[in-house]
């Protein structure tokens, strides 16, 4: 069978074998179609099956979450883990709790997180959590009932050396702090088992800001290569949670003007520039799950609030799309390229349509794909791990020098892998392949498990 072939089979099985699981399916398909020179140039991966087994993960728990509101009515919420692929470490990636949580949802953000993590070149494997419950306006005792509900039954799938979860959309150290709390009570342990802990009791410097502050080292790196810099540009955020936040922050601190943030009701466009002040309102407002960035607009003169809009209609040189996935459609991309933007960082998972990327890589922009510009968040988690281990704690000038190190290291990886395999300046094929080569190489020594 020809390597075309053997893609396309593993592709179709996946379609058929998970029905309406698009985002999955999407997730997939870019991977499995850069790969086709890897896996001509290394006919034991097909031999050994490495793609049909490495799209279907080592175990998939699905478990009723039921809670009470502070009314006393009761809820059933459904709780997810997938433990995707273990071949580099025990399973590692973070858990969401948001309406629009299925399985599918939490199998796509599985399969990426396999080879962000394999970037990374830490001891992770690849896993994914989540919920479909609603933090937006719970009460922080109703918050505190879900996460104690929701690890009751995640705890026996767990732990330090099995499956570490953290933080995503809707868990932050809040909800870290609660869900560990009920797994130490449960457990009779003080391990590492979820990292984003809060700082005195576990948790690690510049978590927080790791994956906001490691997007933007990432685009440093793609400009740098084009003798360029984040200076003076003007940049466009969406989102306005973790991820946007630090991402803005550290723009803010590198001499970028950020002009928008977002969040799913609409977008905030201050053409003067957020400054850091500005950005310690939008911290203070979204530290309350249903906080609105409309309030930004009505807080500081001269700044449009678009309602129900994306902010990729603003002129800008960069965009770092922070908020979720397939937020930038072709048509967005046609409008952005059309405004001169020239270069796509990824801070959220899979936000950009298969249809905008490729417009983006054809038009000659820069293009930072988020399993790549995004592993700084779990690149410090396994930092965190690695400190709980040793029971110290690094200072926030060395994990921020590590954090630096390691995006550096990550785009010389893509980099040098896309030119390996004839597909120089792709950091999507880049990414795909230097990430899924760990892994195989991994699953051919481990045998067939
Ligand atoms: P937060 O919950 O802190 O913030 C999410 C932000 O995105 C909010 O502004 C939210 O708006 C907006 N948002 C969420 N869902 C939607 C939606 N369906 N449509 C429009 N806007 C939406 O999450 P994070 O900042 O942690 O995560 C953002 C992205 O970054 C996600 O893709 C996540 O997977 C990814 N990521 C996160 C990492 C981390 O360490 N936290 C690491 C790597 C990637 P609203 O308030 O209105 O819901
Ligand atoms: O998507 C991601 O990489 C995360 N949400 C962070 C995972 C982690 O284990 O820190």
């Not at 006919?43 to 478990?63: D, K, S």
């Not at 479909?132 to 330090?160: N, Y």
């Not at 009505?298 to 965009?319: M, N, T």
């Amino acid at each position: 069978m020809n390597v075309k072939e053997h893609i396309h089979n593993v592709l179709e099985q996946v379609i058929k074998r998970n029905p309406g699981e698009l985002e999955f399916h999407q997730a997939v398909k870019e991977v499995l179609e850069t790969l086709e020179p890897v896996m001509s140039r290394r006919p034991e991966y097909v031999e050994a099956n490495i793609l049909g087994r490495v799209v279907e993960p080592e175990r998939v728990i699905i478990f009723r979450v039921p809670w009470q509101d502070d009314r006393g009515k009761v809820h059933v919420s459904r709780g997810f883990r997938v433990q995707f692929n273990s071949s580099l470490g025990p399973y590692k990636g973070g858990i969401r709790f948001h309406p629009s949580v299925t399985q599918g949802i939490i199998k796509f953000l599985g399969f990426e997180q396999i080879f962000k993590n394999s970037l990374t070149t830490m001891p992770l494997g690849g896993g994914k959590g989540g919920s479909d419950f609603d933090p937006k306006f719970k009460s922080e005792p109703e918050i505190m009932r879900f996460c104690q509900s929701f690890m009751t039954e995640l705890q026996r799938h767990i732990g330090a050396d099995t499956d570490v979860p953290a933080g995503d959309i809707g868990v932050g150290a809040r909800e870290v702090g609660f869900m560990f709390g009920q797994y130490k009570r449960l457990q009779n342990e003080f391990t590492g088992v979820l990292t984003g802990k809060r700082i005195n009791w576990g948790g690690s410097l510049i978590r927080p800001e790791a994956t906001g502050y490691g997007a933007v080292y990432f685009a440093q790196e793609m400009l740098k290569a084009k003798n360029d810099n984040i200076e003076g540009k003007t940049c466009v955020v969406s989102g306005s949670g973790n991820v946007a936040q630090h991402t803005a922050e550290k723009l803010i601190e590198l001499g970028a003007r950020v002009v928008s943030l977002s969040d799913s009701d609409g977008a905030i466009y201050d053409p003067a520039g957020i400054d850091l002040e500005k950005l310690r309102f939008v911290m203070q407002l979204k530290s309350i799950h249903g906080g609105r960035i409309r309030e930004y607009a009505e807080r500081f003169k001269g700044v449009e609030y678009l309602q129900g809009s994306r902010p990729w209609i603003i002129e800008c040189d960069c965009a770092f799309p922070s908020a979720t996935q397939n937020e930038i459609s072709l048509a967005d991309a046609q409008v952005m390229c059309a405004n001169g933007c020239r270069l796509i960082c990824e801070g959220a998972n899979m936000p950009t349509e298969p249809g905008a990327i490729n417009l983006a890589l054809s038009s000659g922009g820069l293009f930072g794909p988020s399993k790549a510009a995004n592993a700084g968040g779990v690149a410090v988690s396994a930092l965190e791990m690695s400190q709980n281990s040793m029971r110290l704690k690094w200072s926030r000038e060395e994990v921020d020098q590590k954090l630096q190190n390691i995006m550096k290291a990550i785009h010389i990886q893509c980099v040098e892998a896309a030119e390996e395999y004839g597909m120089e300046g792709n950091l999507v094929a880049g990414a795909n392949i230097a990430g899924f080569v760990r892994v195989a190489d991994a699953m051919l020594d481990q045998g067939v498990v």
